[in-house]
């Protein structure tokens, strides 16, 4: 099965918002609400900050939001902040019980 | 707190096998599923199976079938992620990750990572 398909980069200015799309297909994205979304630094385990699709961990700011229409998931963070800096990637369920992420979303704060 | 902690950094030459260990705290070792990932460098993420401690049952990427075993030790809260016949293109840093909320994706926490390194 193919990666889930991320934009390679998007950017932003601090204050603004920015939305960071993840496309599968009818057999996993949009079959299951089981995306998630994970934040990554450079040298550091991924952390994840969305999971089933809309749903926000303890601890991590009300700035990051998840939807999904169809075979199409969305990470949205407000507000902008330098320390948003980082690399982003979404999972989903498939129907043979495996995972597939996506390629990747660097974020550039301006 | 609820902890991962992995082995340290593996160098091995093609062909050969490596064994990453995860041990878990601060939770109740059996109650969550863990799941392994790996990062070849400069890479994303790439999903590679996942083991239920409780009853050892796993499920695997079809990419790693017959290269992958992963198995548990309850007496130690420690699980095993062994990878066989490598190849180069096996450097990569891996991750294991626990299940925080059951049948979600919720990976929270992650290990550190292990740098396993392939090169004759």
């Known amino acids: 099965q193919s990666a889930l398909t991320q934009p390679a980069s998007v950017s932003g200015s601090p204050g603004q918002s920015i939305t960071i799309s993840c496309t599968g297909t009818?057999?996993?994205?949009?079959?299951?609400?089981?995306v998630s979304w994970y934040q990554q630094y450079p040298g550091k385990a991924p952390k994840v900050m969305i999971y089933?699709?809309?749903k926000r961990p303890s601890g991590i700011s009300n700035r990051f939001s998840g939807s999904k229409s169809d075979n199409t998931a969305s990470l949205t963070i407000s507000g902008l902040q330098a320390e948003d800096e980082a690399d982003y990637f979404c999972?989903?369920?498939?129907?043979?019980?495996?995972?597939?992420f996506g390629g990747g979303t660097k974020l550039t704060v301006l | 707190q609820v902890q991962l902690v992995q082995s340290g950094a593996e160098v091995k030459k093609p062909g050969a096998s490596v064994k990453v260990s995860c041990k878990a705290s601060?939770?109740?070792?059996?109650?969550?599923?863990i799941h392994w990932v790996r990062q070849a460098p400069g890479q994303g993420l790439e999903w590679m199976g996942r083991?239920?401690?409780?009853?050892?049952?796993?499920g695997y990427a079809q990419k790693f079938q017959g290269r992958v075993t992963m198995t548990r030790d309850t007496s130690t809260s420690t699980v095993y992620m062994e990878l066989s016949s490598l190849r180069s293109d096996d450097t990569a840093v891996y991750y294991c990750?626990?299940?925080?909320?059951?049948?979600?994706?919720?990976?929270?926490?992650w290990g550190q990572g292990t740098l396993v390194s392939v090169s004759s």
């Open positions: 083991i239920n401690p409780n009853s050892g049952g796993t």
């Open positions: 990750a626990r299940v925080a909320v059951a049948g979600t994706l919720r990976f929270d926490p």
């Open positions: 009818s057999s996993d994205v949009g079959l299951y609400d089981s």
């Open positions: 089933d699709v809309n």
């Open positions: 999972s989903s369920y498939t129907p043979s019980s495996t995972l597939l």
């Open positions: 601060g939770y109740t070792f059996t109650g969550d599923y």
